[in-house]
């Protein structure tokens, strides 16, 4: 299975951006999520929904960030709004265990202050 993030760039803050992230196979019952990476971190989780639609968030995201998927395309989508140069990564998709697909390329947003 292949993971292809797509969607960064370079915004101010304040801004918004909208990442996607479609798999090459079903989701299936997989819960879905959203992660970030920095130089020197460790991959920290962002976002997670269920097949369902049920929702989890990092309280840093928490009120800016919405995850959404769409089964029938197998695409995961995270809308990023009032960004802040802290989420500032290069961000992934995966299921919440990391073991749905390998981890990709990820797609890069930077947030200039």
């Known amino acids: 299975v292949q993971l292809q993030a797509s969607g960064g760039g370079l915004v101010k803050t304040g801004g918004s951006l909208g990442l996607s992230c479609a798999a090459s196979?079903?989701?299936?019952?997989?819960?879905m999520g959203w992660f970030r990476q920095t130089p020197g971190k460790q991959r920290e989780f962002v976002a997670s929904?269920?097949?369902?639609?049920?929702?989890n968030y990092a309280d840093s995201v928490k009120g800016r960030f919405t995850i959404s998927r769409d089964n029938a395309k197998n695409t995961v989508y995270l809308r990023m709004n009032s960004l802040k140069p802290e989420d500032t990564a290069v961000y992934y998709c995966n299921n919440v265990l990391g073991s749905f697909a390998s981890w990709g390329q990820g797609t890069l947003v930077t947030v200039s202050s």
């Open positions: 929904i269920s097949r369902g639609g049920n929702t």
């Open positions: 196979a079903s989701f299936g019952m997989n819960v």
